[in-house]
C-alpha cells in the first residue's frame, strides 16, 4: 500500500523536462547534488522526484545516518558526520530525532515554544566528524543541501575545496539560538555573501508558544528557514569565462533556476549572457525552449493541485482507522488542502506599480 501510494503521489510532484538534445549533453556531464541531512525516504526527496522522470542525468550524493536513508538508483550515500576539522565530538540525539544536533539544544530559550519536548535530549554519544574535503569524491558538486541542525557553518567551512565551483546553496539558518553556541544566520549570510553569492528565496517557519491568545491572524515568531543562494551575476559569468565547458555549466545553472521555480531569473540569466555574446543565438534559442518547456500554465498547476487534494481525502479516510498511518494521513491532507488553496491565493498575489511586486501581509 506504501509503494502505490509513493507511485500515485509522484504523479503530482514537479519534473524536470528535458530535450533529446540536452538529455544527451546531461547524461555525459551529470549535474551533481549534495544533500546533508537527507534522512527519510527517496520517493519524498524533492531532489529524486524533480530528476525522476531521467535518473541518469542526476547524482544525489546524501550524508546522514545510513539507517535513515533510502535511495535510488543513481543516489550515492555516506553515513559520515561533517565538521570544519576532524575531530570527535557529542552527538545530542533529541525525542524528535530530526532535532538531533552536534550543538546542545538550547533549553531556556525553547522552553516557551509548544513543540519543546521535541528538543528534549534523550542520548548522548561521541561521533567522529571529518571534513567534506577530505572525503574523496570522483565528480563535483553543482549544488548542495545543508540541513544540520546548526552544524552548518562548520560544514561550510571543511568544504572550501569541495565547494570551489559550486553554483547555489539550500541551507537552514537560525533566527534564534536554536543550540547553545550555534550561529546565527547572520554568519552563515555574511560568509557566503563574502564568496559571491545572494539570496534568492527564503522559506521560512515559525514556533507556536503556550499560550492560549491566538486566532488566525496570530503571527508567530520568525525561528529559522532555508535559504536559497545562487552566484552573483557577475561571479557567475567569471565562472564560465573561465571554463572550457560553459555551456553545460549554463545548462546546470538554468536546471537549477527551474528547479526551484524561478522562471524569471532562467530567461533574464540567459538574456544577459546573449548580450554580453557569452552564448550563440543557436543555443539561446535552445535554452528558450526549456525554459518554456517547463513553464506550465496556471489552470494545469491548480488542476494538479487540485486531484492531489481529491486523492488526499481517501488517504485521510483510511488512514483514521490505521494508528500506524492517522497522523501521516492527516498531515498529508492538510499539506494538500494548503497548497491547493495558497495557490489559488496566489492569483491575486501581484499588487503595485503596473502589478508587477509580492508583498507579504503579516504586518
Known amino acids: 500500500m506504501k509503494k502505490l501510494f509513493y507511485s500515485i503521489n509522484n504523479f503530482f510532484n514537479q519534473k524536470l523536462k528535458l530535450t533529446d538534445t540536452h538529455l544527451a549533453k546531461l547524461i555525459n556531464e551529470k549535474i551533481t547534488i549534495l544533500d546533508v541531512g537527507a534522512s527519510g525516504s527517496y520517493h519524498v526527496n524533492k531532489f529524486n522526484n524533480f530528476f ?8 544525489i550524493v546524501k550524508f546522514d545516518e545510513i539507517s535513515r536513508i533510502e535511495q535510488s538508483i543513481s543516489d550515492k550515500v555516506y553515513g559520515d558526520y561533517l ?13 524528535n530525532k530530526v532535532s538531533s544536533s552536534f550543538f546542545k539544544p538550547h533549553q531556556k530559550n525553547l522552553q516557551d515554544y509548544v513543540n519543546f519536548t521535541d528538543h528534549v535530549v534523550v542520548d548522548e554519544q561521541k561521533k567522529e566528524l571529518k571534513k567534506l574535503d577530505d572525503i574523496k569524491f570522483d565528480l563535483s558538486f553543482d549544488f548542495a543541501k545543508i540541513d544540520a541542525e546548526g552544524s552548518e557553518y562548520e560544514i561550510l567551512k571543511g568544504a572550501e575545496n569541495s565547494f570551489k ?4 546553496f539550500e541551507i537552514e539558518q537560525q ?10 544566520y547572520e554568519v552563515i549570510s555574511t560568509h557566503l555573501e563574502k564568496l559571491g553569492y545572494e539570496v534568492f528565496l527564503v522559506n521560512s517557519e515559525s514556533w507556536k508558544k503556550k499560550l492560549s491568545y491566538t486566532n488566525i491572524n496570530t503571527n508567530l515568531k520568525l525561528v529559522w528557514a532555508d535559504f536559497l543562494y545562487f552566484l552573483k551575476y557577475e561571479k557567475f559569468r567569471n565562472l564560465i569565462t573561465e571554463n572550457s565547458n560553459k555551456e553545460i555549466i549554463i545548462l546546470k545553472q538554468l536546471i537549477l533556476f527551474l528547479m526551484y521555480n524561478l522562471h524569471h531569473e532562467a530567461k533574464s540569466l540567459i538574456d544577459n549572457l546573449l548580450k554580453d555574446n557569452l552564448i550563440n543565438t543557436d543555443f539561446y534559442d535552445e535554452l528558450n525552449k526549456l525554459i518554456k518547456a517547463n513553464l506550465a500554465s496556471n489552470t494545469k498547476i491548480i488542476s494538479f493541485s487540485l486531484f492531489q487534494l481529491i486523492f488526499s481525502i481517501p488517504i485521510l479516510l483510511i488512514g483514521i482507522f490505521y494508528s500506524r498511518y492517522r497522523i501521516n494521513s492527516f498531515n498529508y491532507f492538510n499539506k494538500c488542502f494548503r497548497n491547493f488553496f495558497y495557490l489559488i491565493s496566489k492569483i ?3 499588487k503595485g506599480e503596473k502589478n508587477s511586486v509580492t508583498h507579504d501581509l503579516n504586518f
Not at 83 to 95: D, G, L, M, R, V
Open 83 to 95: 565538521w570544519s576539522t576532524n575531530i570527535s565530538q557529542n552527538f545530542y540525539t533529541t525525542y
Open 52 to 59: 525522476s522522470s531521467y535518473s541518469k542525468v542526476s547524482t
Open 165 to 168: 565551483n559550486i553554483l547555489g
Open 348 to 350: 491575486t498575489r501581484f
Open 175 to 184: 533566527f534564534i539560538e536554536r543550540y547553545e553556541n550555534s550561529p546565527s
